[in-house]
């Protein structure tokens, strides 16, 4: 009889945890909020709200208690009732100063992100440069006047500029495949700092939403969908730099708003050459709501920018009074580029946990770059001027299928994400050529036309038992690689083709609301540039990555998150195109190992202190040792600041990065020096107007942004040198700037 008792006790457990309870989050303004968490106290089960605000809660009864929390926003507690049980909630939530207290501890893969949001709303991102920047452990450096995508340093790779990390700004692909530069070339100076509202990221290759050069992780970027208040700022400073930025609302409704942005960025820089740098961006977004619990949004912008540069100049020319640090052995490199975009993202909610989100994109790119890094190693008459273009038009789309709280019985509760989607890159004229002042081409080395298709499938399925979330997921790539040799005596059209299965499997285990431990394992790819594949006959086309990390979560106390991870990462061989002299590289297997550690404290309500610290040893497998170092791979590298923010009228910050002395040739006989930069700003409000002070380079360091081992010659040398050449970093830079919210 007992056993019966027993069955039927927990049988009636069973059935009373299978409850749901159901509810909307609005704010003060009945505005449905998205993406608010809501965590049970008494059973630690956890879920978010939907676009429409809506949620379901599993395993809840009457006197549970509910955690409400979104950041920005004042948490909530309540304890339920029999009437809350029985009959859904409306929960408000209203507006306070960001707080650490604001974020909790979730079981989910890049649960980091959302206590490095903080960041991010606590010290909003200044300029497109600070961008990256915000990402743990992520570092850039600049090495063409501004106008060039940034240098990318992350888990001990020399990304170039975007080779092995995936970038996205509201589901548009920012990576460039087969660019004229670079693979994966990134440039993001095509988003306006102040309209970004979020940054979402991952390290490694465990996410199988995420693509092509997801291998050291990724980076998404998540857009303003509408603006509380129009918003208008002038700054001006050192070097001749001025900038003009605007958001205002043009429409807004209970079921539509609409929004322009646009920006006007000039400066010579500090160079003796000035840089006669010029960006201009313009950006419209409208959101709309449409019956039936659907969002439709378009965006659509457009940049250009325009600059000169004193390039990459070499260690000896200073050391012999040749030049100083600011001078130029060419000063006519440079460049151009423009991107328009046109971007449609829609959400349909069918019930509280199934939803479609479907975006589709268009982009229209063209660029222009002069070059000149080994400067008469080549021509001793002419130089070695090279110039690198290609215009191109990306267009892509993605659906993707989401239910969640799946009930599998033995308290097991299941969610799974369907997604497909392309993506095609129409790539003509696609040059490099040597030439002279900009102006006269010599001779072609390359020129071609690029076609290259990538249609993928995705399915991400996730079970939730007792503390445990298991995370299996896995997706399929196919491309379609073709390239028009224009350079060719005959007709010469090559295609080929590749498809990649990539499985991933992440477990979380929450110890308590306060702890978890996870560990993350999958596999990566990123592509090799068309003229690559079609060279080698299809061969090593799309190099695996192989990643795991084993790390947790901690939030000792409301006010402090601690992070750490040991983490590493396997290449199989790969073939590099390099887009400065259209040759081929082979690279061998590498394998990276690191720790990652990080630190945010909210001091006091006013206080906000972080600090990333990273280590990685990076090494080529088949190289004998002494001879395997991976050049330009950071060892140690870390970010902090320490930010004050609600202290009555005054804000600001101080933020440091550093990057230690590394290799930069395999067999370290070159060292790239590291560097410790401080930058500062200070706000002062009152009434609707903001009076803001930048610096960087607080204390006036001599550092090097970016560094190459290159073997060059001058025009008067007889014999080339292989030394290190660099971009000087920013000097003591100060600007104002006058902010009006209205």
Do not use: C
């Not at 930069?664 to 060292?671: H, L, R």
């Amino acid at each position: 009889m007992k056993y019966f008792l027993t069955a039927g006790l927990v049988l009636l457990t069973g059935i009373i945890y299978a409850q749901q309870i159901s509810g909307k989050i609005i704010d003060s303004n009945n505005t449905p909020l998205e993406d608010v968490s809501i965590y049970n106290k008494n059973t630690e089960t956890h879920t978010h709200s939907a676009l429409t605000g809506t949620f379901t809660i599993n395993k809840t009864q009457e006197n549970d208690t509910l955690y409400i929390s979104r950041l920005g926003y004042t948490p909530k507690t309540i304890r339920l009732s029999q009437t809350d049980v029985n009959v859904p909630l409306t929960i408000t939530l209203n507006e306070a100063n960001i707080s650490l207290d604001q974020v909790r501890i979730v079981a989910e893969v890049d649960a980091l992100s959302k206590f490095v949001d903080v960041d991010v709303q606590v010290s909003p991102v200044k300029t497109s440069q600070e961008i990256l920047r915000k990402v743990p452990g992520l570092i850039i450096g600049q090495h063409a006047g501004g106008g060039k995508a940034e240098q990318i340093f992350l888990r001990g790779f020399d990304i170039d500029h975007g080779t092995d990390v995936n970038l996205t700004v509201d589901g548009l692909p920012v990576n460039m495949v087969s660019h004229a530069h670079g693979q994966g070339y990134s440039d993001l100076h095509f988003v306006i700092p102040e309209t970004i509202d979020n940054i979402n990221f991952g390290k490694g290759p465990y996410y199988a939403d995420q693509g092509n050069f997801t291998t050291a992780g990724y980076v998404s970027l998540g857009l303003r969908e509408r603006l509380n208040n129009n918003y208008i700022s002038l700054e001006a400073g050192q070097f001749n730099t001025n900038r003009l930025m605007g958001m205002f609302n043009v429409l807004k409704t209970d079921k539509s708003s609409a929004y322009i942005a646009s920006e006007l960025s000039l400066t010579d820089g500090p160079f003796d050459s000035p840089q006669n740098f010029s960006r201009i961006n313009v950006m419209g977004r409208y959101n709309y709501k449409i019956a039936g619990d659907q969002e439709l949004s378009l965006t659509l912008s457009h940049f250009q920018s325009k600059w000169d540069a004193s390039g990459q100049i070499p260690q000896r020319a200073i050391d012999d009074g040749s030049i100083d640090r600011f001078g130029a052995i060419d000063d006519t490199e440079g460049g151009e580029t423009s991107r328009t975009n046109l971007l449609i993202n829609h959400t349909k909610v069918i019930d509280n946990d199934k939803s479609f989100k479907t975006s589709a994109y268009v982009s229209q790119y063209n660029f222009e770059l002069f070059s000149n890094f080994t400067f008469y190693l080549d021509d001793p008459v002419n130089g070695d001027q090279i110039r690198q273009f290609e215009n191109r038009l990306t267009t892509g789309a993605n659906t993707v299928y989401e239910h969640r709280n799946i009930e599998l019985g033995n308290n097991t509760m299941f969610k799974y994400q369907a997604g497909v989607g392309f993506r095609y890159d129409n790539v003509d004229d696609v040059e490099l050529s040597h030439t002279v002042n900009r102006k006269t081409i010599l001779d072609y080395k390359a020129l071609g036309d690029v076609d290259e298709v990538n249609t993928y499938a995705f399915l991400n399925t996730e079970f939730k038992t007792g503390k445990w979330t298991f995370n299996p997921s896995a997706r399929l790539d196919y491309f379609k690689f073709q390239y028009q040799d224009k350079l060719s005596e005959t007709y010469s059209d090559i295609a080929e083709t590749k498809m990649r299965i990539s499985p991933k499997l992440n477990t979380i285990y929450s110890v308590n609301k306060d702890v978890q431990l996870f560990l993350k394992a999958g596999m990566g790819f990123h592509s090799n540039d068309t003229r690559v594949v079609v060279a080698n006959n299809g061969e090593s086309i799309l190099p695996a990555a192989y990643g795991a990390d084993l790390g947790t979560l901690l939030k000792p106390s409301e006010r402090l998150a601690i992070n750490a991870s040991l983490w590493y990462l396997f290449l199989e061989q790969e073939f590099v195109y390099v887009g400065d002299a259209a040759i081929v590289e082979p690279s061998g297997k590498t394998q990276r190992l690191g720790v990652d550690l990080g630190a945010r404290y909210q001091a006091l309500d006013w206080l906000y202190l972080y600090a990333d610290i990273n280590y990685s040893h990076a090494r080529s497998v088949d190289d004998p040792s002494g001879e395997n170092y991976i050049p330009l791979a950071p060892n140690l590298t870390s970010a902090g600041g320490i930010l004050v923010d609600n202290l009555g009228r005054f804000s600001g910050g101080l933020n440091y990065r550093y990057i230690d002395d590394r290799p930069a040739n395999e067999d370290d006989s070159i060292v790239a020096e590291g560097y410790f930069v401080t930058d500062f700003n200070v706000n002062y409000s009152w009434k609707n107007w903001t009076y803001s002070i930048i610096i960087e380079n607080l204390f006036n360091t001599e550092w090097n942004e970016t560094q190459f081992a290159t073997e060059s010659r001058l025009f008067d040398e007889p014999e080339a040198v292989e030394e290190i050449h660099f971009t000087p970093g920013t000097p003591f830079y100060i600007r104002g700037k006058i902010a009006l919210i209205f």
